[in-house]
């Protein structure tokens, strides 16, 4: 291998590795959720610490994202399953057009009363806050308030909440 082929390989590396960081949540397993407040749908303003002292399922999605789309029904009955038990989901949609998300809202069934929206895809503030570059993306929040899990398979959010909610 020559120098030149060498130090592009490295340079190529470098790049590889700053891409993967800089995508990467600002939050992980044991870190406290930072908190915000936010406009809801239905014109209340919320804080995410309104939710202490439940389990909160923080989704970053939008209606135009297919895999979004194909994660909410799970979501949905992973919130018909433990919603009585004191688990919650907050919904983040990063938008390009609100009635496409509102619109989405009603066909996926996402019956949980905290949505909200940014009309500008990843520059919503919250989306900022905890570096969200790409979606789906969720953040499993204990009642303590600290994240226990980030970008889960609906598949494991259901076992960790079997454990921590006691389900069927």
Request: proline share 5%; glycine share 8%.
């Amino acid at each position: 291998m020559n120098k030149s082929t060498l130090i592009f390989l490295l340079i190529a590396l470098l790049a590889g590795a700053y891409w993967y960081w800089s995508r990467r949540p600002s939050l992980s397993t044991g870190d406290p959720a930072l908190d915000f407040s936010v406009q809801l749908a239905d014109g209340r303003n919320v804080r995410l610490s309104d939710l202490k002292g439940q389990y909160v399922l923080l989704q970053f999605w939008g209606s135009w994202c297919g895999p979004c789309r194909a994660e909410n029904p799970h979501l949905v009955e992973l919130y018909h399953k433990y919603h009585d038990k004191g688990f919650e989901i907050f919904s983040i949609g990063l938008e390009r057009d609100q009635r496409s998300w509102q619109r989405a809202i009603q066909q996926d069934e996402m019956i949980w009363p905290y949505h909200t929206v940014g009309v500008s895809d990843f520059d919503h503030p919250v989306a900022k806050q905890y570096n969200v570059k790409s979606i789906p993306m969720t953040f499993l929040i204990n009642r303590e308030g600290k994240v226990v899990a980030v970008d889960l398979s609906p598949k494991v959010m259901d076992k960790m909440l079997g454990e921590a909610l006691g389900g069927s």
